[in-house]
């Protein structure tokens, strides 16, 4: 036996050997909240006036669908103390100590190095920028600054998950353009009632780790009418793309129909307010407003993919 | 400093220890060589077609 001195080593010294296994590292970087990433991403990268090179397209958005997980790594490392009084997010990596606060701190930072540099060398400097952005922005401006100091941190913070499609088609095309930044605001004004009705059915949750949402500040009844407002709002933006003419009507009657069940759905949250029957309304609105984005840029991505094979040919 | 008492015949992996080591190595080994082809591709698509016509 030899011994020897570290006043590095962790309080069990050797023993602690890692038992992460890759699914805990996939785990990190929120694969849910990744494929809403490269779906807005893609919508991005197909509007862009002249098809890119398919390999250059799909390596951009791999950088950034990277880039986004880098920021759920860094946003778990950051908020562990949270994650871990709260049912949602209680089964993380982190809380359940299949891997270290220190681990995932240099896991995303190594992600967030290379998704940035690799999009520079792939793409050009405005989308590693925007990229680089993107993730300080929901890394410090949101998880670190806003996320415990007001309620109205999911509407500011709804940046960054909104800034994708800007950051696709900059990959694309060298530039910003005025139809991601339509699509940007389409993500923007879906945040909020996408999270407050999530928040009205946990309040407990988030009260319990003291996070301001809307609910536990305000309470229930204003963030219904905030949900209300914002709801009118999305259904009007939803109808951009075939308004400016990048979108074709068979768009504008999809996003028209479900702007009206999203409205729709969330009268009924404003109206009912008691007991179960409360959350489940709300509950249904959460879901309903995965279903309205995804069902959206799935009718956006396939008119574009029809507009860049007919421009290929 | 803390003084630790270090076998010399090194750390002994748990069963689960050792599984998720070669599980993580499988990993990292499958994403370099997803990068290798990846960035070689991207190098072609980069340079383009002139690179198979080299100026005299």
Known sequence: MSVIDDSSAGASGFAAISVAEPRDYLALVKPRVMQLVVVTALAGILLAPHPVNFVIGLSSLLCIAVGAGASGALNMWYDADIDALMRRTSKRPIPTGRITRSETLTFGLVLSCFAVVTLYLVANALAAGLLAFTIFFYVVIYTMWLKRSTPQNIVIGGAAGALPPIVGYAAATGHVGLAPLVLFGLIFAWTPPHFWALALARTGDYGNAGVPMMPNVKGADHTRLEILVYSVILAAIGLLPYAFGFASIVYGIVSLVLGVEFVRRAVLVFRVREGDAANKTAMRLFWFSIIYLYVLFAELLVERVLFVIGALR | ?56
């Open chain 2, 1 to 56: 400093m803390m003084s630790y008492e270090i076998d010399p015949k090194g750390v002994t992996l748990t069963p689960e220890q050792a599984r998720s080591r070669r599980l993580r190595n499988i990993a990292i080994g499958l994403v370099i060589g997803a990068l290798v082809v990846l960035f070689y591709v991207v190098t072609i698509v980069k340079i383009g077609p002139g690179v198979t016509k080299p100026p005299i």
